[in-house]
């Protein structure tokens, strides 16, 4: 595998259901990030992982939980989802300098359902 | 807060023809400027990215440019082709340890044999 991965790339969830989003880098950057994509919107940031800390948090609703065990892994964690919240959501990994961020690579999506 | 538009929102020319993306942003502190690409129900495949010094950066038929004081970047194609078409989208990203990239809402580019 290289670069960055995600799974599933579709999924389909009831209101009720508890589901996880995967994402990997296999680029070994040091941060990582969720992006949301709704139709007709622009692509909006969800959460920043720094060193495995979370360092931003855009008022995204308890309902999205992200966690991030390691510099390679990032999983984005939903329950009791609204319909409102389909949408494509996308991973993204950089190497973060001292002199300040790199270039951000994106994972080909997960396209979430919500029915 | 910064606020990124992108002009025109579609565009439709024949292949072969030169064409200009035109994106401004409102805050002009920036760190750097990315232009990526992306296909229909795809992720981003990052096409150019232009450091806060930089004037312009070239890849192969692409040429990105950017005006910081102005709050203006272009990225023009050359020789348009079929596969140029997707969506092109304009991204800043602010001067902070870690990178927090604004996006415009993108321009749909067709070009037709």
């Known amino acids: 595998e290289t670069g960055v991965t995600q799974t599933p790339r579709h999924l389909v969830m009831g209101m009720t259901n508890k589901k996880s989003l995967k994402c990997e880098q296999h680029?070994?950057?040091?941060?990582m990030y969720w992006y949301k994509q709704s139709a007709k919107k622009p692509l909006e940031l969800m959460f920043v992982?720094?060193?495995?800390?979370?360092?931003e948090n855009n008022s995204v609703p308890s309902r999205f939980s992200p966690e991030c065990p390691n510099s390679s892994h990032l999983f984005l964690h939903l329950h009791t989802l609204q319909p409102e919240d389909s949408a494509l959501y996308l991973c993204a990994s950089s190497q973060d300098l001292a002199g300040g961020p790199s270039e951000q690579f994106f994972g080909p999506g997960t396209r979430l359902t919500v029915l | 807060k910064q606020e990124v538009t992108q002009i025109p929102a579609a565009l439709s020319v024949p292949e072969g023809e030169n064409l200009v993306l035109n994106c401004s942003f409102t805050d002009s502190a920036i760190y750097n400027l990315q232009w990526f690409r992306q296909d229909p129900g795809k992720g981003l495949t990052s096409l150019l990215l232009i450091q806060s010094s930089q004037r312009e950066q070239t890849s192969g038929r692409l040429n990105a440019s950017l005006d910081k004081s102005s709050g203006r970047s272009t990225l023009y194609i050359a020789a348009s082709q079929p596969g140029d078409s997707a969506t092109y989208l304009c991204a800043v990203l602010r001067g902070t340890s870690y990178g927090k990239l604004t996006f415009g809402q993108g321009t749909i580019l067709t070009v037709h044999p």
């Open positions: 992982y720094s060193l495995e800390e979370r360092v």
């Open positions: 680029l070994g950057h040091n941060a």
